[in-house]
Nanobody
């Protein structure tokens, strides 16, 4: 059973940066894992942000964050990061990471299809 713990959220001014971490404990993530970041703002539906294949590290982003956010992974720490730059007030949300051992060859934007998830971390961007 994989357990995920997010960290790194906080309050930042518009234009600022934050780096979120998603640390996986339990089994070491294998090459077929897909790990994604999602977010949910108050009163809004959950939204896909970005996802990464553990190996070879290929990535996929939503249009809303492409060019501003970068997802990456660190093998040694069994951790996935989300570097968020040029933050906007509309990026304010609880950010969750989710992981699945094998979602196939296509990118998966639907959070419910991922088997494991963390508790979330709050990101607040002030204007």
């Amino acid at each position: 059973q994989v357990q995920l713990v997010e960290s790194g959220g906080g309050l930042v001014q518009a234009g600022g940066s934050l780096r979120l971490s998603c640390a996986a404990s339990g089994p070491t993530l294998s090459s077929s894992y897909m790990v994604g970041w999602f977010r949910q703002a108050p009163g809004k539906e959950r939204e896909f942000v970005a996802t990464i294949r553990w190996s070879p590290g290929t990535t996929y982003y939503s249009d809303a964050v492409k060019g501003r956010f970068t997802i990456s992974r660190e093998y040694a720490k069994n951790t996935v990061y989300l570097q968020m730059n040029s933050l906007k007030p509309e990026d304010t949300a609880v950010y969750y990471c989710r992981a699945h051992p094998n979602l196939g060859s296509t990118w998966v934007r639907e959070a419910a299809l991922y088997a494991y998830w963390g508790q979330g971390t709050q990101v607040t961007v002030s204007s």
